[in-house]
């Protein structure tokens, strides 16, 4: 049974009611969008503060964002009008490519953050952890470019997304030789940071965490009752 959309989704992109213009600039291109200001402010802390602050946004009928991905930031903002996680969307514009996958969720989750829509973040961690459990063991290739992807914007410790990505960096040095994760701490220091703090989670849940000297070496995990692994272990169940 569908879950039925909430009466704002009709309004999305539609002229009826709209009281501002979205100028979304990217690369020379430009893309407009009928929206509502109750609608974003009730979504997103970003606009809540531009609409009802000393901002000419408060006042003006037309607003320029620049610097988005369209793609992910139409899923962005169509979501603060339906409040709902297209999946299917994710799906038909990835051709269900687990790695394509990963790349847009982290391209929403950068969106998401710039205009802070915080019931979005959640979300999109969630289905981050599900993709990148299928993608257990893909190489040190693709876990640096998630790594240089995501933390190129992000600079906050203990972020769902960071530390959702600090797992997966963990749970692949077991059975990958990552002879260059050293470079990649110095980097993104706050990679290190989120692999501090999900040791500290994974050592609470009684998996015992890699030391520094395990980079680039073979390392084995064991539980303090050596039954858990880290497969199962927290973000990843």
């Not at 320029?64 to 009008?81: A, R, S, T």
Request: aromatic share 10%.
């Amino acid at each position: 049974m569908a879950t039925e959309q909430p009466a704002q989704a009709s309004l999305f992109n539609n002229p009826v009611l709209s009281d501002m213009k979205l100028l979304q600039v990217y690369k020379g291109e430009t893309k407009e969008y009928h929206v509502h200001k109750q609608i974003l402010s009730c979504q997103s802390r970003y606009f809540m503060n531009a609409f009802t602050g000393n901002f000419k946004e408060a006042t003006n009928t037309t607003m320029k964002l620049e610097d988005d991905d369209p793609v992910h930031f139409e899923f962005v903002l169509q979501f603060m009008y339906t409040t709902m996680f297209d999946k299917n969307e994710i799906q038909k514009s990835t051709s269900r490519d687990k790695k394509k996958m990963v790349a847009y969720l982290v391209g929403i989750s950068k969106v998401a953050d710039k205009y802070n829509v915080p019931r979005l973040i959640p979300l999109v961690a969630d289905e981050l952890a599900a993709t990148l459990k299928c993608l257990h063991g893909a190489g040190f290739d693709f876990s640096k470019g998630l790594v240089e992807s995501y933390y190129s914007h992000c600079v906050t410790p203990g972020t769902p997304l960071g530390l959702i990505i600090a797992h997966s960096i963990i749970r692949d040095i077991f059975s990958t030789s990552y002879t260059n994760c050293p470079d990649l701490l110095k980097a993104f220091p706050t990679l290190a940071v989120d692999i501090a703090l999900r040791q500290i989670e994974l050592s609470v849940m009684g998996v015992m965490p890699w030391r520094c000297d395990d980079f680039g070496g073979k390392a084995g995990v064991r539980s303090r009752d050596h039954h858990s692994e880290i497969e199962g272990a927290g973000l990843f169940m």
